[in-house]
């Protein structure tokens, strides 16, 4: 159907035939369609005439706030697809404002704590079945999301590195192999397609790996945390290591501005052996200095 003249139905049927949304990554482009469905459904009609109002932006947030309450994240997602659109229709003269500027956020939580602990991957390996903890070693030793570790296969391991183009971010990254990921992968029976297979040897879809998953850790007793925080615990141990941000952003494929805020409010666990390290450093500045 023709959307109507003025409406912000015609901006974002703009938005998804521009240059911009072929930029996206082939998932953010799918994340994107389903919310800018609801956009559709909710604000469709609303004339964009009106966008330079300052009542919109309560309108705004209203639609915004009901769909806060089945899902904050969600509903800041719906807001941040909308803001995006209206910022892109700004910046080529097709609306007057964008009322989705500094909206703030409704979902406050962080997963700074959620990583696997020492007695956690334990207690995992120790309970779980051999190609859950291929997964797992997968995940620790590079930092990378679950689709992209379902997605890996065996012609872009060349027994030294891994190299992938992440799904979300369209970057590429080149991921050097550590000795215990090795052992676990030259163990693993080599065929074409992805790594990782379920224990009859087929290839994963991404909730038969979750609920498996969940199963696992349910059987060896690991609550709080989930496959995801993986990549976070990846990049908590690799600064506990002493790893440079720039190190940690070649492996993960973060920007470095991104790994600066990803180790100071979302990732890095308070760990006590940072503040150990720090010591031990100054008192070796220390002694060295007499």
Known sequence: MKPAAGSLQSILNGFQVSTEWDDLAPRTRKDYAGKIAEIERLLGDFPISALSDRRAKAIFLKHRDELA????????????????????????????????????????????????????????????????????????????????????????????????????????????????????????????????????????????????????????GVTGVTFNDLRGTAVSRLALAEATEAEIATITGHSLRDVRSILDAHYLNRDPRLAENAIRKLEARTQSSK
């Not at 080529?92 to 997963?111: I, S, V």
């Not at 992938?164 to 992968?185: M, R």
Request: net charge positive; charged share 25%.
């Open 69 to 220: 309450v089945k899902s904050r994240r969600q509903a800041d997602y719906f807001w941040q697809v909308l803001a995006r659109i209206l910022s892109w229709a700004v910046g080529r003269g097709l609306a007057p404002a964008n009322p989705c500027e500094k909206g703030g956020r409704t979902y406050r939580g962080t997963r700074a704590e959620k990583v696997w602990t020492e007695d956690h991957e334990a207690a995992f390996m120790a309970s779980a079945p051999a190609h859950l903890r291929s997964a797992f070693m997968l995940a620790l030793w590079t930092g990378q999301r679950q689709g992209d570790l379902l997605a890996l296969c065996w012609s872009q391991y060349d027994g030294k590195t891994i190299r992938l183009k992440q799904s979300k971010t369209g970057a590429h990254v080149v991921i050097p192999v550590g000795a215990p990921l090795k052992k676990v992968l030259d163990r693993l029976d080599r065929s074409d397609g992805p790594i990782l297979r379920n224990s009859y040897g087929e290839i994963w879809n991404a909730d038969g790996f979750r609920s498996s998953w969940k199963k696992a850790c349910k059987a060896a």
